[in-house]
């Protein structure tokens, strides 16, 4: 970039070697902890026939305990079941030593058990929910209705969690597999179900279809074999051919139907379906399966911890509106997880449905899959490891857009600014204290009326003016949307709403009438941005806005979408889609608790649908019109997401609270969103309701600067949170970690670079770098950037040090580095720092362009260097260079734990003043580099 706004620029080298170095760095003391542990073993289960007999074991010991006379188990059995990898299909008997499991057998040793004997034999963790219904008291005659075992635990009557009392006996009804053939890319099957489930319109007929699309890719999808049903409509990509060394095996039960996958490598069970019955009814589906540890993440999204509990909990997913709290259903759907195996293994699980649903989480370990539509669309992701697993995810679901160079900079936002002067004497603070920024926002006060697309012509009168100033200075300008469109204004008067009705864009009731809810503006419509018409109509409305007030990036809110009423002013229809007999546990009991009604009709399908989409939706057509007003890179931050959404926008994780437990919260959202594909992402810094105080400001402040997305955000009516609004020492507290993050943006701006490429986290969780340290699985009070800038920061009040996990290897402070930063208005030259690992190598690297324009990888407009450590000499090489490149140079090289003072330095071949320092720190200044050329720096 030629003119941008940074400092001191500084480049992370990173080890060749992760397990021995990195970089740490700390807002306070700190102290290191060391050491390593096994993961505890957990024991797996492989049908739940067998536990009606037998006491849980390892699945190592199965072969052994089922051929117990010393014979190969039941051939009988064997035509029960296909083994089927890769290429081939094998003949079960050549396997049986290994992979039979004794269906029959373990029936026919139920003969003679009561009811009760069979019931009570399943032990607690693997009782699967047969009654999951929240709005009845479950008693033994409508658990036994359902076919079900009844048992009573010492909990309350009607407790949603802990064991539950009406589970699934082994011999539960389930479909049958009746036929089993080879594709070109996998298997088709058919699965029939001889006897009912009790839902409603249960599907009899299901096809089962596997593809194996990739060594370490598995699609498994379970349709209505004869009537089309909803699929969400995302372009995934398509395999050509079938997987020639899968690192997974799959094998069939054929009765009751079920799946096995297997890692080949360590043979650990990643998936087992057969621990309770598949159901498939038009609105209710469900399939269990028993997981291979209880290290699991993702399924958001939700406010808890990382690693989630496996103690009973149920996660739902419907896009709501509604201040994160653990437990509900919040803004966005994302049904992934993350799993780690033993050994360091990982794996993931998508599944690619839309509709209302939950997961249901028990100490088996296992999970179920609820969901009230669409199909049972799965993707398996094989890893090895977790870095990888996410990457395979994102190829599927598709990798994040390249990010503006400014939308990594500092925001600064507030809903109650209340004028466009008092927003502009903000930035105007702010530039005078020096203090980094890139981005000023307004809230919903800048419109007039709460009307989208308007601003108020009195209060801020001089919008246009601030952003014009705004762009003076290379800042930039983002303002918010909502979906609802005013609908109460006399005809002719307001634009977006006429020509949307003209043009019949909205969301539809039932009857065909244009649904009307209330948000802030008042009465409103709902665009459909499920059709494509809207997308030329929102382009429309956001180029005559643009005319305006020429912004630069937009806010996405409300988009779950919100409804102050419940499904529109007139409620909902009585009809199955607002009222499914089962609801997920969906905050409010109902799919329409604030928002439209799930019957309400899209141009694609009903809401019911579409609800968890419509974020989704809206961020595409939000950043499709940006680059058609601006011809650059846009910037989309949105506040309701679904899996691709990383292509379209980031994610701020919505209305916090000024709390010190809710900046806690915010590491292991931004570390979950890493994993749904959105790296860009941050919480409302200094938090948003409430009342923050300066010492959690501060500290809020020092790990927001750390965000991949970095905002503060307030509420209306609250005290000002902004850096300027502090007295000297918590504003030169805030402005100096600022200054840190600017001095990291080409750092933080190549970690982009590569989650656009290939789908790398750029938040990142320890485990994924040390995935052999257990100790590292519930760390999610730190993270890393990349590979090796290691956060830890602090957040307690009153201390003034934190104590961290340091894994195995090197680590140095990044605050070694002698020398402060400053932050000036134009390009200043890059300080490249090198952290050597224990055998004195490093590896670095840099993407460069312009920071603005579209595809710049794509077209081959950008730079890319490599950095090298070995034997003393520092080399750059050029790998791909344009004309940026030639813009920036190289000042200081600091090269962190050398361990002698050397005798002379030498640059290109020429020698070079150079300083050493007590802490093993060489700096070399003075280089005047530039970066369009390769160069040697050695030491001696
Ligand atoms: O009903 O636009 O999450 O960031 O300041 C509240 C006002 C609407 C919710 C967003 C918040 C924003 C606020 N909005």
């Known amino acids: 970039m030629k003119c941008c706004k940074l400092g001191d620029l500084t480049v992370f080298l990173k080890p060749q070697c992760q397990e021995e170095t990195g970089v740490c760095k700390l807002l306070s003391s700190h102290r290191i902890r060391g050491g390593e542990s096994k993961i505890a073993n957990t024991w797996k289960m492989k049908s739940y026939q067998k536990l009606a007999t037998d006491i849980p074991q390892p699945t190592e010991s199965y072969a052994e305990e089922e051929s117990i006379d010393g014979k190969p188990p039941c051939l009988r059995k064997l035509s029960t079941w296909w083994l089927g990898v890769g290429l081939l299909m094998i003949v079960a008997g050549l396997l049986s030593g290994v992979t039979m499991w004794m269906l029959r057998q373990v029936s026919g040793s139920q003969h003679g058990q009561t009811p009760l004997e069979k019931c009570s034999a399943v032990p607690e963790p693997l009782r699967f929910d047969c009654y999951p219904e929240r709005n009845v008291v479950v008693t033994k005659e409508l658990c036994e209705s359902r076919g079900c075992c009844f048992i009573e635990r010492d909990q309350p009557l009607g407790s949603r969690s802990g064991v539950p009392w009406c589970f699934y006996p082994p011999d539960f009804p389930s479909y049958t597999l009746e036929s089993l053939n080879q594709t070109e890319l996998g298997m088709v099957g058919l699965l029939r179900r001889k006897v009912k489930a009790y839902y409603p319109r249960d599907i009899e007929r299901l096809q089962l279809s596997v593809e194996f699309e990739t060594d370490t890719r598995l699609h498994i999808k379970i349709t209505d074999s004869t009537s089309p049903r909803f699929e969400v409509p995302l372009e995934v990509p398509r395999a050509m051919k079938k997987a020639e060394n899968p690192v997974y095996s799959l094998e069939f039960s054929k009765e009751p139907f079920g799946l096995l996958l297997r890692r080949r490598a360590s043979g650990a069970v990643l998936l087992n379906t057969t621990v309770a019955p598949l159901i498939f009814a038009d609105q209710f589906l469900q399939i269990s399966t028993i997981l291979p540890s209880k290290f699991l993440y993702g399924l958001g999204e939700h406010r808890s911890s990382f690693l989630h509990s496996l103690d ?110 008092a927003t502009w004497q903000i930035v105007k603070a702010m530039r005078n204290y020096q203090i980094p920024q890139d981005a000023q926002w307004n809230d919903i006060d800048y419109m007039e009326g709460y009307r989208d697309f308007t601003f108020d012509p009195e209060k801020f009168d001089t919008l246009p003016q601030l952003v014009e100033d705004l762009h003076k200075h290379g800042q ?402 050029v790998l791909h260079a344009n004309v940026e490149a030639t813009y920036i140079t190289v000042d200081v090289l600091s090269v962190y734990g050398v361990r002698e003072k050397p005798s002379r330095v030498t640059v290109n071949g020429k020698e070079n003043p150079f300083s050493y320092l007590d802490n093993q720190v060489l700096t070399v200044s003075d280089l005047n580099l530039n970066l369009s050329q390769g160069f040697s720096i050695r030491w001696l």
């Open 312 to 421: 009973w909990s149920t996660l739902t997913l419907w896009a709501r509106d509604v201040p994160p709290t653990e437990s509900y259903n919040l803004y966005g759907a994302h049904p992934f997880y993350l799993l780690m195996e033993e050994e360091g293994a990982a794996h993931g699980v998508f599944l690619l449905n839309s509709n209302a649903m939950e997961v249901a989480l028990q100490p088996a370990p296992a999970l179920t899959w609820r969901t009230i539509g669409g199909v049972l669309d799965f993707y398996i992701f094989l890893g090895p490891d977790p870095n990888m697993v996410i990457q395979q995810y994102q190829q599927v679901i598709g990798f994040p857009a390249m990010p503006p160079f400014w939308g990594l900079g500092f925001h600064l936002c507030r809903w109650g600014y209340g004028t466009s002067n």
């Open 476 to 877: 930039y300008y983002v303002m918010i949307l909502d979906p609802g469109i005013s609908s109460t204004n006399p005809p002719g008067s307001y634009w977006p709403y006429d020509e949307g009705l003209r043009r019949g864009i909205f969301i539809n009731t039932t009857q065909g009438q244009t649904l009307i809810g209330q948000v802030w503006p008042g009465l409103t419509a709902f665009p459909d941005f499920s059709n494509p018409d809207t997308y030329q109509w929102w382009l429309e409305n956001l180029n005559r806005f643009h005319a305006r007030v020429p912004f630069d990036g937009l806010w996405i809110d409300m988009n779950e979408p919100s409804d102050f009423k419940d499904g529109s002013v007139d409620g909902c229809s009585p009809g199955e889609l607002d009222n499914p007999l089962y609801v997920p546990a969906v905050l409010g009991g109902s799919l329409s608790a604030k928002t439209v009604c799930a019957s309400a009709k899209q141009s694609a399908s009903m809401h019911y649908n579409l609800h968890n989409l419509y974020g989704l939706m809206e961020a595409k057509a939000t950043a499709s019109a940006l680059i058609q007003i601006r011809g650059k890179r846009p910037l989309v931050i949105s506040r309701s997401t679904f899996p691709s959404q990383g292509r379209y926008s980031g994610h701020w994780l919505g209305d916090n609270r000024s709390k010190w437990k809710e900046m806690y919260w915010s590491v292991p959202g931004v570390l979950s969103f890493n994993l749904f594909g959105i790296p860009l992402v941050g919480a409302d810094i200094c938090g948003f309701s409430g009342t923050t105080s300066e010492e959690l400001c501060t500290r809020w402040m020092q790990l927001g600067a750390f965000y991949p997305f970095s905002r503060n955000h307030n509420t209306q009516n609250e005290k000002a949170q902004d850096p300027v609004a502090f007295g000297s020492v918590a504003r030169t507290a805030m402005k100096e970690v600022l200054l840190t993050r600017y001095a990291l943006l080409p750092f933080l701006y190549t970690l982009f670079h590569r989650a656009h490429l290939q789908g790398h986290t750029v938040a990142r969780a320890l485990f994924f770098e040390f995935p052999q340290d257990v100790i590292t699985y519930s760390i999610d009070k730190q993270f890393l950037w990349g590979q090796s800038l290691l956060v830890t920061p602090v957040l307690e009040p009153g201390v003034d040090s934190v104590i961290g996990y340091f894994p195995r290897g090197v680590w140095y402070d990044y605050y070694t580095k002698p020398g402060s930063t400053s932050w000036v208005s134009s390009g200043n030259p890059l300080r490249l720092i090198a952290a050597l690992s224990q055998n004195a190598s490093a590896w670095g690297d840099l993407f460069w362009d312009d920071g603005e324009s579209l595809d710049t990888f794509e077209r081959g407009d950008y730079s890319y260097l490599v950095f090298n450590v070995t034997q003393n000499v520092f080399t750059s090489t």
